[in-house]
């Protein structure tokens, strides 16, 4: 099975298995932006993350987690994953 493969794979069953239940975004005290997002019944694996479209800080997926002090046009609905599966070189997707 190739790389791409297994991450479609990885993606359609973290969004199968564990929905976001949503993301809020707020406008932080540092005169930036923070985003809540939470997925339901999502069991955290190593090596899966999650950064917004334009930014190149990926976070490790956790049922509950805030991305913070991002500007207003690094705010946004699209999400990236990435996986890095058995020491392979990063995977990704979005």
């Known amino acids: ?50 950064s917004p479209l334009l930014v190149q800080k990926p976070l490790q997926l956790e049922p509950s987690l805030v991305i913070e002090n991002l500007s207003l046009l690094q705010v946004s609905e699209f999400f990236c994953y990435h996986s890095t599966a058995s020491g392979s070189e990063p995977l990704q997707g979005d």
């Open 1 to 50: 099975m190739d790389y791409q493969t297994v991450l479609e794979k990885e993606i359609k069953d973290l969004l199968r298995l564990a929905p976001p239940r949503g993301g809020v975004v707020r406008q932080s005290g540092r005169g930036g932006y923070d985003i809540n997002l939470e997925f339901q019944n999502l069991v955290p694996r190593e090596g899966l993350t999650i």
